[in-house]
């Protein structure tokens, strides 16, 4: 039986490096598909969202990373930029509260500038080195796209936007996303950037079959995020 929303979506989280390099080759390479599937957050919860994720009968499906992935993560990313023509500049994370970015994103998508807001925070996180879990960093990207500086950078502390927010991460959880980027069409899933051009043929009706959920889950017994060199939770 087909999930109810059978909608092609992609998980995307401003944190990861892996969603920022998915991103660049989903609108670089394939901006038709880029304009043609639901754009959802993922972002690791702060207590309040994961009472409220808890409450609502969702959880959140976290994995601590060990050192020798992070240290990994940052060869592999280097590689991957690289081969892109892209320059990181590795930004440093002080205490970071992930919802201000990532409700701030519902602020902009309710503007229609969803999209041009990722890019920004995309460019000021993984190019500029910014801190964008500061509400100032926040406040000065928002000005920059003609947004609300105020309701941009304080959308934390807005209740319908923290209502909001726990219904996506619901929409992760019944999902079954573990890291990202992430890509659902129908029953297929499919995880890592490199997964990105199955998952567009997928979407451009070229994949082979849908293949059930039941028959495509790995061993539960193995948790979530395994260490898969194109994306990371």
Same mark, same amino acid.
């Given at each position: 039986?087909?999930?109810?929303?059978?909608?092609?979506?992609?998980?995307?989280?401003?944190?990861?490096?892996?969603?920022?390099?998915?991103?660049?080759?989903?609108?670089?390479?394939?901006?038709?598909?880029?304009?043609?599937?639901?754009?959802?957050?993922?972002?690791?919860?702060?207590?309040?969202?994961?009472?409220?994720?808890?409450?609502?009968?969702?959880?959140?499906?976290?994995?601590?990373?060990?050192?020798?992935?992070?240290?990994?993560?940052?060869?592999?990313?280097?590689?991957?930029?690289?081969?892109?023509?892209?320059?990181?500049?590795?930004?440093?994370?002080?205490?970071?509260? $992930?919802? *201000?970015?990532? !409700?701030?994103? =519902? &602020?902009?998508?309710?503007? +229609?500038?969803?999209?041009?807001? /990722?890019?920004? %925070?995309?460019?000021?996180?993984?190019?500029?080195?910014?801190?964008?879990?500061?509400?100032?960093?926040?406040?000065?990207?928002?000005?920059?796209?003609?947004?609300?500086?105020?309701?941009?950078?304080?959308?934390?502390?807005?209740?319908?936007?923290?209502?909001?927010?726990?219904?996506?991460?619901?929409?992760?959880?019944?999902?079954?996303?573990?890291?990202?980027?992430?890509?659902?069409?129908?029953?297929?899933?499919? $995880?890592? *950037?490199?997964? !990105?051009?199955? =998952? &567009?043929?997928?979407?451009? +009706?070229?994949?082979?079959?849908? /293949?059930?959920? %039941?028959?495509?889950?790995?061993?539960?017994?193995?948790?979530?995020?395994?260490?898969?060199?194109?994306?990371?939770?």
């Amino acid at each position: 039986m087909p999930r109810k929303n059978s909608f092609p979506r992609w998980y995307f989280s401003l944190r990861s490096p892996y969603s920022w390099l998915a991103y660049r080759d989903l609108v670089d390479r394939h901006p038709e598909v880029a304009a043609a599937v639901e754009w959802r957050p993922f972002w690791e919860p702060d207590a309040r969202s994961e009472r409220m994720l808890a409450d609502a009968g969702g959880s959140f499906p976290y994995v601590a990373m060990s050192r020798a992935k992070s240290l990994y993560i940052l060869q592999d990313v280097r590689r991957l930029t690289r081969e892109r023509g892209l320059e990181p500049t590795w930004p440093v994370d002080r205490d970071p509260v $992930w919802e *201000v970015p990532h !409700l701030a994103y =519902f &602020v902009a998508l309710d503007e +229609g500038l969803g999209r041009e807001f /990722v890019d920004r %925070a995309y460019r000021a996180r993984w190019q500029e080195g910014r801190d964008i879990c500061d509400r100032a960093t926040m406040a000065e990207l928002a000005a920059e796209l003609g947004l609300p500086p105020d309701r941009v950078s304080n959308a934390v502390d807005d209740e319908e936007l923290r209502r909001r927010g726990t219904a996506a991460l619901l929409d992760i959880d019944e999902d079954g996303v573990f890291g990202v980027p992430f890509f659902v069409d129908r029953f297929n899933k499919f $995880w890592g *950037v490199d997964r !990105l051009p199955a =998952f &567009v043929r997928s979407v451009a +009706g070229t994949a082979a079959a849908p /293949v059930p959920v %039941a028959a495509a889950e790995p061993d539960p017994g193995l948790g979530g995020d395994q260490g898969h060199a194109g994306g990371c939770g």
